[in-house]
């Protein structure tokens, strides 16, 4: 199995930013692409960005620009970096990875975007 576990969640006020950090442990040889999504309130999950075990990377098209997405596979770790954040960032950040075995969440990191 693949575990998954978030930090760098927290209160920022708009125009600041966050890392938010991604560890995955366990088969992590089983693992062939890790992202990250968000819950803002009221809305529905989505994708913020995606990264292969390549180092290919895919954002969400109206987040281009403001997120970058990166791993150190050394410390089996996947980075989002968030600049000049907005209210509207406000969300509960989830890790995912895609697994021979399937889909792997992690619980989740809010970010609370202060205006």
């Known amino acids: 199995q693949v575990q998954l576990v978030e930090s760098g969640g927290g209160l920022v006020q708009a125009g600041g930013s966050l890392r938010l950090s991604c560890e995955a442990s366990?088969?992590?040889?089983?693992?062939?692409?890790m992202g990250w999504y968000r819950h803002c309130p009221g809305k529905q999950r989505e994708l913020v960005a995606v990264i292969s075990s390549g180092g290919g990377t895919k954002y969400a098209e109206s987040l281009q620009g403001r997120f970058t997405i990166s791993r150190d596979n050394a410390k089996n770790t996947v980075y989002l970096q968030v600049n000049s954040l907005e209210p509207d960032d406000t969300a509960v950040y989830y890790c995912?990875?895609?697994?021979?075995?399937?889909?792997?969440w992690g619980p989740g990191t809010l970010v609370t975007v202060s205006s």
């Open positions: 995912h990875a895609e697994t021979t075995s399937g889909e792997v």
């Open positions: 366990g088969n992590i040889f089983k693992i062939h692409a």
